[in-house]
Nanobody
Framework: VQLQASGGGLVQPGGSLRLSCAAS????????IGWFRQAPGKEREGVSC???????YYKDSVKERFTISADNAKNSVYLQMNSLQPEDTAVYYC???????????????????WGKGTQVTVSS
């Protein structure tokens, strides 16, 4: 299982970024996949996840601003991030697991495979 995240960068407050994660070595058909982030000095947290049925989970602070989507044909997942704020600054990681319980559970404690992160910096 390999996960390759991309799309991070420096953006001004209020701006947008789109993260991409290309998965290989497995099919998304029976998996849950999503995005986590870790800011300096803070614990890693689940941001948004999606399962093969399109069920999604969003952390409260990103609802209405972030949108997760998956393209099973391309074995990829995306995170469209709008209205970015300085508190969104973090290293963002793509992670996945074979779907076992709820999307929310997987998006908090239940991921098995992790990719390398991509830095997102929101600053003026």
């Amino acid at each position: 299982v390999q996960l390759q995240a991309s799309g991070g960068g420096l953006v001004q407050p209020g701006g947008s970024l789109r993260l991409s994660c290309a998965a290989s070595g497995f099919s998304l058909d029976h998996y849950v996949i999503g995005w986590f982030r870790q800011a300096p000095g803070k614990e890693r947290e689940g941001v948004s996840c999606i399962n093969n049925n399109g069920i999604t989970y969003y952390k409260d602070s990103v609802k209405e601003r972030f949108t997760i989507s998956a393209d099973n044909a391309k074995n990829s997942v995306y995170l469209q991030m709008n209205s970015l704020q300085p508190e969104d600054t973090a290293v963002y990681y793509c992670a996945t697991a074979r779907y076992r319980y709820s999307v929310e559970w997987h998006c908090t404690v239940g991921m098995d495979y992790w990719g390398k992160g991509t830095q997102v910096t929101v600053s003026s």
